[in-house]
């Protein structure tokens, strides 16, 4: 375990790194930018060494593993964000323990979402996923809504009891215009989110950027920036 605290240790000192370096390199301060570690596949022991090593917010994409991880780290001063493509079916889990759900995407979702955080007492940060390879109010091949759907969408979350409005997300597009252009589709969604903060003020949260992009993010001006490999390292494939 200390071999493994060890190795955690230096891959998060390198992230921080570059992150600040980032930060500097864009006149940002360090604090302007929020680290989430991303545990997927990754077992509870290594969120529990996360948190002695001072990270305060992680995510998961997947609730059958996610559920568990949680439940076994509940007494973890940590924030969860679920990143993950959302199916309805799996609400009432991932309300149970989500903080933050950044995959906000279609009304239904939205419906689901607010009727779980009411009947479990919660309240839920969401953001709404924007796809930028989708069509002007479509939906992207790893989900999220359209630039053209994000405004009708923002609406219905910042209206629904139990649910707050927190900002957009978005991952770097595969295909389309925005393809290998990390820097121009963060820079983006950012103007989405000028838009957005117009009507509302307080839903001022961007999480962009992922290990191998993280700093293109922090120049546009991502608050939040989504770290998995370069923390935990690259899980070997079982059998």
Known sequence: MTDRKDELAENLAKVERRIADACAAAGRGREEVTLIVVTK???????????????????????????????????LPLTWHFVGQLQTNKVRSVAGYADMVQSVDRARLVTA???????????????????????????GERGGVGPGGIEELAELVA????????GLMTVAPLTGEYAGRELAAFERLMDLSTDLRRIHPAANM?????????EQAVAAGATHV??????????????
Do not use: F, W
């Open 113 to 139: 979402l607010s009727k779980e955080a009411e009947r479990q007492g919660r309240e839920l940060g969401c953001l709404v996923q924007v796809a930028l390879d989708a069509e002007a109010s479509g939906r």
């Open 41 to 75: 596949t990754y077992p509870a022991s290594d969120v529990r060494i996360l948190s002695e090593l001072g990270v305060r917010h992680v995510a998961e994409n997947r609730d059958q593993d996610a559920a568990p991880k949680a439940a076994e780290c509940a007494d």
């Open 226 to 239: 989504r770290v998995g490999t370069a923390v935990l390292g690259v899980r070997p494939r079982l059998g």
């Open 206 to 214: 961007v999480s962009a950027g992922m290990s191998a992009d993280l």
């Open 159 to 166: 209206a629904a009891p139990g649910l707050r409005l927190a």
